[in-house]
């Protein structure tokens, strides 16, 4: 396969971002050129399906910490008479929540 690359890309940058980009092509040992089509390699982009997953954890993940707050504010109410066994259920199934939580719209989504 030819390393000829016939197609060009164009970028508005400042003369300090051109300068900062230079700098680091040269530190690095490859063009310019090079160094650009190694970092958009490495780049994560979004999908819009996936934002919005990212959006319903982000308020899911709020919602258990709700929870969380909620049972230390319990345990702290009432020290003299906690029931341990109830306060371990509790947050064995905000363990469960975030386990689940972790899964959803995971690349590599498989069950325990």
């Known amino acids: 396969m030819s ?19 230079r700098a680091k ?3 690095a040992g490859v063009p310019l050129s090079a160094l650009v089509r190694e970092a958009m390699a490495r780049t994560r982009t979004w999908t819009a399906p996936a934002a919005e997953v990212e959006r319903e954890r982000t308020k899911q993940v709020a919602r ?3 929870n969380l707050n909620q049972i230390a504010r319990w ?3 009432h020290k003299a008479a906690i029931e341990a066994v109830e306060v371990i ?24």
Request: net charge positive; hydrophobic share 50%; no cysteine.
């Open 3 to 21: 390393d000829r690359r016939p197609a060009t890309v164009s970028a508005r940058v400042s003369a300090a971002e051109l300068a900062d980009w």
């Open 25 to 27: 092509a040269k530190a």
């Open 64 to 66: 258990i910490g709700n």
């Open 75 to 77: 345990v702290n109410t």
């Open 89 to 112: 259920a509790h947050l064995i199934a905000v363990e469960w929540a975030l386990r689940a939580l972790a899964r959803v719209g995971s690349p590599n989504t498989h069950a325990d």
